[in-house]
């Protein structure tokens, strides 16, 4: 169904090019009328200034501009559109001149010949039947008539109108049906240039807004608007939205139609600049007839039977969906919201979503009122009530529901809110930190877990040693075995660590106690086995007062005396001293390494680099940043991974470690190729990479772990049994399989 008026949103500049780049003075001087808009020119439609200053008085204003601005461009080039009608009233390959000289000698013949062209080309753009004569008695009666017709009162008795429309028929060209009916015919053209998209602009339209004759209903065109408000609608949903909004949307030109399918109601609104190359208009200009159409829904929904029905199913909308919504909500509220407006292309939920009343698009919802002020809302009453419990679902609703968010959508709202979730039925605080995020995770479970179970709830991306080391920094939590928390809220005895559980139960028994008994009641207590608690309670920070019985060890005197380990350097496993005299500790390189965990090392290395048990950790450089060597229950070295990439290490190599005056350095020896002799193999673990025969592999060795020069075999595998070297004694004893002498 065509619109009856086709282009009803045409501009002079859409008929006229010529005038977007002539010189804007110029333009302006023949053009400027006191009646219409500045530079109407440009986007006020044509139907518009028809209806303010009359098709004479445009015709005039036109004409001038032509003959004064391009008298010698063919016609046809200063209105494009004369090559494609078939009748145009003058040959478009004329000049305007040529044109204005066959019309008479006077200037006037010459103007009324243009812009009588000119109204030719406007009634057929605008449907309006038969292109005018140039002159003549007949034009100057029908025009005489159409200006009576648009001004006619819309309660003019039916013999007025009769007796318009015989006049209207006289003045019309023999055999002619399409001429328009009188007035209420002209006032649909005006109403339908609204729903086409017209210029509202507010010096233009000031006349027709305070005029109610200027309106008339579009669907009965003899029916007026009423004066006085329309009565609240009913909240009750239409049977059939679609069939009247479609009705609606039929009338609209193929401009307003891809504006509103396009940009208006679409997900993703197409660029300004988009439509306008679309319909070869500027940016500036789309912008404006998107404005026009919303001018025109908007009085569609005041102003008509079908457009009150429809605004009374909106509000019935809005009412049902609560404060906010989503247009999947509003599809799914009526079988016709999932359909699609077929002029549009897009399913009239969509459109509704878009007109309900008072909202205002927030990402994928819509929001009653300001959605920063609701959020804002929300979030500290949310805040409020499950900052420390999570709130059941039925307390959250009712929250929800104090704030008109309906229970279907308030879990994904409080999403949208960014601080809370919906888990196993409640509602959570789910802040931004890890610790947040961890807290409500406990307080969800209700009891406390491993660290590996609040991690699991958690998925959220964090990895475990960076979610562990929050929680262990964070008051709220409460650790209750070695790898168990808890929130402080709850209580519950705390776990310590096994030296410091210790140093407690001694101090519950009065400052001394038995071994025995002490380990059994905490492995009894704690995930730890009762031989951790005796390695513990025979290392330093423990001493013992009689057979089985311990007490804390007077560390302020401890620390006068150095300490000593059981095994110095030469003694301790994977330790080797260099042709300079430095001694090297041996690391095979893991995955772990290169994750960044720290590790434990033998004490004697420890003690050798200046560590001693309960004293502050050994600060470390290197060339890629700094470590430390700490010593609790045992010595432990920190996250050696930037050293360990900076020297290019991989998983199977081994790498030397020597610290020399606080500096930590590395040497990286690759693992071995295949099929390497037992006596190489063995030399290469200390260090030694040149080829050896067994006899020079037993020389390396022996020096490499501080042995006189002259060593056999036999005290060689002895020495290195001492030490805890297995790897290497078992490649040596191969490699002597047939020197030594059977044990």
């Given at each position: 169904m065509r619109p009856s008026a086709p282009y009803a949103s045409t501009s002079l500049a859409d008929l006229l090019p010529a005038v977007r780049y002539a010189d804007p003075r110029l333009v302006a001087d023949r053009l400027d009328d006191a009646r219409l808009p500045l530079t109407w020119w440009h986007a006020t439609p044509l139907m518009e200034v028809e209806r303010i200053v009359g098709a004479e008085a445009l015709g005039h204003h036109v004409a001038r501009t032509i003959r004064a601005l391009w008298p010698h461009a063919e016609l046809g080039d200063v209105l494009p559109v004369l090559r494609m009608l078939d009748e145009p009233g003058a040959e478009p390959r004329q000049t305007v001149a040529e044109v204005a000289r066959e019309a008479g000698p006077m200037i006037e013949d010459g103007d009324r010949v243009l812009a009588a062209v000119f109204g030719a080309v406007l009634d057929r753009l605008h449907g309006r039947?038969?292109?005018?004569?140039?002159?003549?008695?007949?034009?100057?009666?029908?025009?005489?008539?159409?200006?009576?017709?648009?001004?006619?009162?819309?309660?003019?008795?039916a013999e007025v109108r009769a007796a318009l429309a015989v006049l209207l028929g006289q003045g019309d060209s023999a055999g002619d049906t399409s001429a328009p009916a009188p007035a209420a015919a002209t006032a649909a053209s005006v109403s339908d240039a609204d729903s086409a998209g017209v210029q509202t602009d507010p010096r233009a339209r000031l006349d027709a807004d305070s005029d109610p004759r200027a309106h008339t209903d579009t669907d009965t065109d003899t029916e007026t608007v009423p004066e006085a408000p329309a009565p609240a609608p009913s909240p009750e949903l239409?049977?059939?939205?679609?069939?009247?909004?479609?009705?609606?949307?039929?009338?609209?030109?193929?401009?307003?139609?891809?504006?509103?399918?396009?940009?208006?109601?679409a997900d993703e609104p197409e660029r300004l600049n988009d439509l306008g190359e679309r319909f070869s208009v500027s940016r500036e200009r789309i912008r404006q007839l998107e404005r026009a159409v919303t001018v025109s829904v908007e009085r569609w929904l005041a102003s008509t039977v079908d457009g009150q029905a429809f605004a009374g199913h909106l509000a019935a909308v809005a009412e049902r969906l609560g404060a906010v919504c989503r247009t999947v909500d509003v599809r799914a509220l009526h079988p016709?919201?999932?359909?699609?407006?077929?002029?549009?292309?897009?399913?009239?939920?969509?459109?509704?979503?878009?007109?309900?009343?008072?909202?205002?698009?927030?990402?994928?919802?819509?929001?009653?009122?300001?959605?920063?002020?609701?959020?804002?809302?929300?979030?500290?009453?949310?805040?409020?009530?499950?900052?420390?419990?999570?709130?059941?679902?039925?307390?959250?609703?009712?929250?929800?529901?104090?704030?008109g968010v309906r229970a279907e959508v308030l879990g994904d709202w409080a999403a949208e809110l960014g601080r809370f979730r919906v888990r196993d039925g409640k509602l959570l605080h789910w802040g931004r930190s890890v610790g947040d995020r961890a807290a409500a995770v406990l307080a969800l479970h209700g009891e406390p877990l491993s660290t590996e179970g609040i991690h699991d709830r958690l998925a959220d991306g964090t990895a475990i040693s960076s979610m562990r080391n929050q929680i262990w920094a964070d008051e709220r939590f409460i650790r209750l075995d070695r790898n168990v928390y808890g929130l402080r809220s709850w209580g519950g005895e705390e776990y310590l660590g096994i030296r410091e559980m210790i140093a407690r139960e001694i101090e519950k028994a009065g400052g001394e106690a038995e071994a025995s008994a002490i380990a059994e009641a905490l492995s009894a207590r704690f995930d730890v086995s009762a031989s951790s608690v005796r390695t513990n309670l025979g290392g330093p920070g423990f001493a013992r007062t009689r057979r089985g019985w311990v007490r804390v060890a007077d560390l302020d005197a401890e620390q006068d005396t150095p300490y000593v380990p059981r095994n110095d350097v030469s003694g301790t496993r994977r330790c080797f001293v260099g042709t300079d005299g430095r001694w090297w500790y041996r690391v095979e390189v893991t995955a772990e390494h290169l994750r960044g965990s720290g590790g434990p090392v033998p004490a004697g290395w420890a003690a050798h680099i200046g560590a001693a048990p309960s004293c502050e950790p050994v600060r470390l450089?290197?060339?890629?940043?700094?470590?430390?060597?700490?010593?609790?229950?045992?010595?432990?070295?920190?996250?050696?991974?930037?050293?360990?990439?900076?020297?290019?290490?991989?998983?199977?190599?081994?790498?030397?470690?020597?610290?020399?005056?606080?500096?930590?350095?590395?040497?990286?020896?690759?693992?071995?190729?295949?099929?390497?002799?037992?006596?190489?193999?063995?030399?290469?673990?200390t260090g030694w990479t040149a080829p050896v025969t067994p006899a020079e592999a037993v020389a390396v060795i022996a020096r490499r772990i501080g042995m006189a020069d002259g060593q056999d075999g036999a005290a060689l595998l002895e020495r290195l049994a001492e030490r805890g070297d297995k790897d290497i004694s078992e490649l040596l004893e191969q490699a002597l399989a047939g020197v030594l002498p059977a044990f």
């Open positions: 039947g038969a292109p005018r004569t140039p002159a003549g008695d007949d034009a100057d009666v029908r025009e005489a008539v159409s200006v009576i017709a648009r001004w006619l009162p819309a309660d003019a008795p239409m049977a059939e939205p679609l069939a009247a909004f479609g009705r609606f949307v039929s009338e609209w030109d193929d401009r307003a139609v891809a504006i509103a399918g396009r940009r208006m109601f016709d919201h999932a359909r699609t407006v077929d002029a549009l292309g897009v399913p009239l939920g969509d459109v509704i979503a878009r007109l309900l009343p008072g909202r205002t698009p927030e990402g994928a919802w819509f929001v009653e009122g300001d959605p920063d002020s609701l959020k804002a809302a929300m979030r500290e009453e949310l805040l409020a009530a499950c900052g420390d419990a999570p709130l059941t679902w039925d307390e959250a609703v009712a929250l929800g529901g104090r704030h450089r290197h060339e890629a940043g700094e470590t430390s060597l700490a010593w609790h229950a045992q010595p432990q070295l920190g996250s050696v991974k930037p050293l360990f990439e900076h020297i290019g290490a991989c998983a199977g190599d081994q790498v030397f470690l020597n610290v020399t005056d606080s500096r930590l350095s590395a040497l990286r020896l690759p693992a071995p190729s295949a099929g390497l002799a037992a006596e190489a193999g063995a030399a290469r673990l």
